[in-house]
């Protein structure tokens, strides 16, 4: 995969297809379990980052939490690069903290 300048449709397109090739779309999937595991490796991250605090373990987690959601996206034909790029430009036009204390 030693592809340079991948778009995130790329991203998407590869994720799902190896998810697809591993079994994980043999039978369509609830989207609970979908998010929960999204979110799993979320938390992962984050006691990577409480017991090891090595950069390179959360970073796995990271991307592995990317691979699950570029995963999802393909699936459900979900235009992640489009709603990106949408949501950082809205959020340019938002106010300062969006006016929230954290």
């Not at 989207?31 to 991250?45: K, N």
């Not at 959601?69 to 949501?87: H, P, S, T, V």
Request: net charge neutral; with cysteine.
């Amino acid at each position: 995969m030693a592809k340079k300048n991948w778009l995130i449709s790329d991203f998407v397109k590869e994720c799902h297809r190896v998810a697809k090739e591993k079994g994980w779309w043999e039978e369509d999937r609830n989207e609970g379990e979908l998010i929960a595991l999204m979110h799993s490796e979320l938390s992962e991250a984050l006691e990577a980052m409480r017991n090891h605090g090595k950069t390179e373990e959360v970073a796995e987690e990271l991307a592995d939490c990317l691979i699950r959601i570029f995963d999802y996206c393909g699936a459900r034909k979900i235009n992640l690069e489009q709603a990106l790029l949408k949501k950082i430009e809205y959020n340019k036009t938002r106010p300062y903290k969006h006016g929230k204390k954290f």
